[in-house]
């Protein structure tokens, strides 16, 4: 009896310290992980070209076709948009957009218009990248401090005149200068969401917010 009662003592006094330091870890982790930042600029002052970005959140693809728009639509290609992991889970706790938010925009074009499924609209071939970047030290006077590149062939970007994007995001864009109204996966994820914006069964621990 006394050999079980120090055994499970000293299991009890073993377990409960790794138990502290593992929940210590994931507090730190979690923690470390919404101060990643992903928008990185050069000496001049320029945005890198994002990497890897497919590995980011994707949030939606929309698209502007030619044949609906008078054969003169301003973006007459899909854009397949992704945020970076340490925003997206910044919006699920708080549906905010942090300081240091970067989407970016990969332009496909409108390729098949038929498939075994259907008429519709599939993506054809990859073009350039444009990004948006929220950042109030180095934009504190642009709308929501947003800045707005594209980058063609080019390594890094200048931010774009206030015109080019931002103007259009100003006075369209339903959650601050974001086309959420587009995105449902950013509408299901945002903490207020409930009821047709969730989605049905979407009870992953990604949809709720990680909870």
Not at 52 to 69: H, L, Q, S
């Amino acid at each position: 009896m006394l050999q079980h009662q120090f055994f499970r003592k000293a299991l009890v006094g073993t377990i409960a310290p790794l138990l502290l330091s593992s929940v210590l870890m994931t507090q730190a982790t979690s923690a470390n992980a919404l101060d990643t930042t992903y928008a990185r600029f050069n000496r001049a002052g320029e945005l890198l070209r994002p990497t890897k970005y497919r590995e980011w959140i994707f949030v939606g693809a929309p698209v502007t076709p030619k044949d609906m728009n008078d054969g003169k639509p301003a973006f007459p290609e899909f854009h397949n948009v992704y945020i970076d992991p340490s925003s997206w889970a910044y919006w699920k706790r708080t549906g905010k957009f942090r300081n240091g938010t970067i989407f970016v925009l990969e332009m496909v074009s409108v390729g098949d218009k038929k498939s075994s499924s259907g008429n519709g609209y599939f993506q054809g071939e990859f073009g350039g990248i444009a990004a948006s970047v929220k950042d109030k030290k180095r934009f504190p006077n642009t709308p929501g401090n947003w800045a707005y590149f594209g980058f063609g062939d080019k390594p890094s970007a200048v931010a774009q005149a206030e015109d080019a994007c931002a103007a259009c995001h100003k006075a369209n864009a339903a959650d601050d200068m974001v086309f959420t109204q587009h995105y449902p996966i950013l509408r299901a994820a945002k903490p207020e969401a409930s009821g047709k914006n969730r989605g049905i069964g979407q009870d992953s621990i990604d949809i709720r917010r990680g909870r």
